[in-house]
């Protein structure tokens, strides 16, 4: 599971533009073109007594994200549980707080210690109703990325917070382990997403500016850090990871920046193009991508890439698993999406009565979470506030 944040307000106020908007009406049904295509019905989550709330994450039937408490007087984390249509404050670790993942009975998220304080990564079990504190590498601050079964990984500041390393923590055994970084201890590192027992990340090199990383694969099983070098320039980094494939971005020889894959398996490297310098997303043989303006898909069997969406405005994609793409399209507003790989297809999500919308996640069943506009209350506006949602399919005859 790949964690992703965000800003709180996509969109500010959301103000309307003429010929901004999809073609999608104002009800709370995606429009479909076609029989026994998949369209989406929209639910607010509602909030913790405040104006505006935000989902992170889905896993099964619970949605994690961050509320407004009663009066916005503070954020809180939250899990809301879609079989019992309940929402539950997580509770804090002394200030705000933020639920940033979830797997199975676990959610991660952080937590400011006081009004301005650090900030702390904490794990929420859902069984037992209890928050901890993961602590840190013996500095001030923690910050999850990922979250795979009970494995938390992230980066934290080491004593005196000079230097900052990738971490894993296990939620079974409540340990956190130092990987340490690829220019050994007085390096920096950074962990960006775990699987499989598999941490890959961003490291400093020896001898050479802190600027210039390369992306790594850390074992936890054998405890060692590989180094995954780069297309033949100075610098990568490592993103993502499905399976034995890593995705990140590298330099190339001629100091050009393109997205790459990299199986860990067999050492073969495919250099992605230049349409795969950020955010890069992998699920089985698929990978995800943008250019800073566009988002395309790319087939690690055939070779083949795609844009995704009809190519207008800014695309971004938040998440992919399996088949289905999920994220937001900036035209110039926000709109969430779901795409297809297979086939293309490309929906708009609406919105709870406002004009914009989020997508973060889908679960397996399809059902995605995020954020949505409720109706505004004034004319100069086109969204009042933001509460968080989630999309449930159904298919249409």
């Known amino acids: 599971m790949r964690i992703r944040l965000r800003a709180w307000i996509l969109?500010?106020?959301g103000l309307l533009a003429a010929g901004a908007a999809p073609a999608y009406g104002a009800d709370t049904t995606s429009a479909g073109s076609a029989a026994g295509s998949v369209q989406y019905t929209v639910q607010d989550l509602g909030t913790l007594g405040g104006t505006r709330s935000k989902a992170t994450a889905i896993d099964g039937r619970t949605v994690v994200g961050s509320s407004l408490t009663s009066g916005d007087a503070t954020e809180h984390a939250f899990a809301y549980d879609l079989r019992t249509h309940t929402m539950t404050d997580l509770g804090t670790l002394g200030g705000s707080s933020r639920a940033t993942g979830v797997d199975g009975d676990y959610v991660v998220g952080e937590s400011d210690l006081s009004a301005d304080g650090p900030t702390h990564g904490f794990v929420y079990d859902l069984r037992t109703r209890r928050l901890v504190d993961i602590g840190t590498l013996g500095g001030s601050s923690t910050d999850i990325t990922g979250l795979n079964g009970d494995t938390?990984?992230?980066?934290?500041?080491?004593?005196?917070?000079?230097?900052?390393?990738?971490?894993?923590?296990?939620?079974?055994?409540?340990?956190m382990t130092d990987l340490g970084s690829l220019a050994g201890p007085?390096?920096?590192?950074?962990?960006?997403?775990?699987?499989?027992?598999?941490?890959?990340?961003?490291?400093?090199?020896p001898d050479t500016p802190a600027s210039i990383t390369h992306g790594f694969a850390y074992s936890l099983r054998t405890r060692t850090m590989t180094d995954l070098g780069t297309l033949g320039g100075r610098s990568s980094t490592a993103n993502d990871i499905s399976g034995s494939t890593v995705v990140g971005q590298s330099r190339t020889a001629g100091n050009a920046l393109t997205g790459y894959a990299y199986d860990l398996r067999t050492g073969i490297r495919t250099d992605l193009g230049s349409h795969f310098l950020t955010a890069q997303l992998i699920s089985g043989n698929t990978v995800a991508g943008g250019?800073?303006?566009?988002?395309?898909?790319?087939?690690?069997?055939?070779?083949?890439?795609?844009?995704?969406?009809?190519?207008?405005?800014?695309?971004?994609?938040?998440?992919?698993?399996?088949?289905?793409?999920i994220g937001d399209n900036f035209a110039p507003n926000s709109f969430a999406?779901?795409?297809?790989?297979?086939?293309?297809?490309?929906?708009?999500?609406?919105?709870?009565?406002?004009?914009?919308?989020?997508a973060m996640q889908a679960n397996r069943q399809g059902v995605v979470a995020g954020s949505a506009a409720l109706a505004p209350t004034g004319?100069?506006?086109?969204?009042?506030?933001?509460?968080?949602a989630v999309w449930v399919p159904h298919t249409v005859a």
């Not at 795609?306 to 994609?317: C, H, L, P």
């Not at 004319?379 to 968080?388: E, I, L, Q, S």
């Open 186 to 205: 007085s390096g920096n590192s950074a962990a960006a997403a775990v699987s499989g027992g598999i941490v890959v990340g961003s490291s400093s090199l």
């Open 337 to 358: 999406f779901v795409s297809r790989v297979d086939n293309g297809d490309f929906t708009y999500l609406p919105s709870l009565g406002g004009l914009n919308s989020s």
């Open 152 to 175: 938390v990984v992230g980066k934290s500041s080491l004593s005196g917070d000079a230097v900052t390393h990738a971490f894993a923590y296990s939620v079974r055994t409540r340990a």
């Open 11 to 13: 969109v500010g106020a």
């Open 379 to 388: 004319p100069v506006t086109a969204n009042g506030p933001f509460h968080a």
């Open 291 to 325: 250019d800073g303006l566009l988002s395309s898909s790319f087939d690690l069997m055939t070779h083949k890439s795609a844009v995704i969406g009809s190519g207008r405005g800014v695309t971004e994609v938040n998440q992919i698993a399996g088949n289905v793409m």
